[in-house]
T-cell receptor, first 112, second 116 residues
Framework: GDSVTQMEGPVTLSEEAFLTINCTYTATGYPSLFWYVQYPGEGLQLLLKATKADDKGSNKGFEATYRKETTSFHLEKGSVQVSDSAVYFCALRAGNNRKLIWGLGTSLGVNP | EPEVTQTPSHQVTQMGQEVILRCVPISNHLYFYWYRQILGQKVEFLVSFYNNEISEKSEIFDDQFSVERPDGSNFTLKIRSTKLEDSAMYFC??????????????FGPGTRLLVL
């Protein structure tokens, strides 16, 4: 069945460091791919998305490129801030199915 | 900016009791969802709801669960007889249901349910 695998956390970085959180997926057809973020005490917020191969989603300095050949959607940011400390979730929506299938989430802590 | 709201934020209940979790989706959205996240596990899809009926449900969503849209604004999840393993964060989401930007699911802040 469809699934999402994320790198395990927690990840701890210093401010201004480069961030990569790996995400790979298994799905039939051509899924839409999402990154959601959950800040402490808050709900799940859409960070970025890509709906077809080679699309790049971007928001708030974060980027992820839909790579069909490697079935990946890795999240990157060139220079993290303390305010980026949160849990990041990779998710997919496959074909006509409307439900989201989730990765385990990766906790990111950024130290000043 | 419109947002999905959920009440209560926390609920503690005794095993075997009924609980109702409430959600107010974004007003012009047509599809509604419930997900849950047991501590340390993945977020799991429970059910989707469209046009006043369930459009899809997972294996988790057994006869103990039900959903309802009792009026034009609320969307509820009822657990008839709670079990210890129902302890989780429950998220409500809604989407307009189209394609492109319209397919984005917007989530509420969640209800943390603890069954004792």
């Amino acid at each position: 069945g469809d699934s999402v695998t994320q790198m395990e956390g927690p990840v701890t970085l210093s401010e201004e460091a480069f961030l990569t959180i790996n995400c790979t997926y298994t799905a039939t057809g051509y899924p839409s791919l999402f990154w959601y973020v959950q800040y402490p005490g808050e709900g799940l917020q859409l960070l970025l998305k890509a709906t077809k191969a080679d699309d790049k989603g971007s928001n708030k300095g974060f980027e992820a490129t839909y790579r069909k050949e490697t079935t990946s959607f890795h999240l990157e940011k060139g220079s993290v801030q303390v305010s980026d400390s949160a849990v990041y979730f990779c998710a997919l929506r496959a074909g006509n199915n409307r439900k989201l299938i989730w990765g385990l989430g990766t906790s990111l802590g950024v130290n000043p | 900016e419109p947002e999905v709201t959920q009440t209560p934020s926390h609920q503690v209940t005794q095993m075997g009791q009924e609980v109702i979790l409430r959600c107010v989706p974004i007003s012009n959205h047509l599809y509604f969802y419930w997900y849950r996240q047991i501590l340390g596990q993945k977020v799991e899809f429970l059910v989707s709801f469209y046009n006043n009926e369930i459009s899809e449900k997972s294996e988790i969503f057994d006869d103990q669960f039900s959903v309802e849209r009792p009026d034009g604004s609320n969307f509820t999840l009822k657990i008839r007889s709670t079990k210890l393993e129902d302890s989780a964060m429950y998220f409500c989401a809604s989407t307009f249901g189209g394609t492109g930007s319209q397919e984005t699911q917007y989530f509420g802040p969640g209800t943390r349910l603890l069954v004792l």
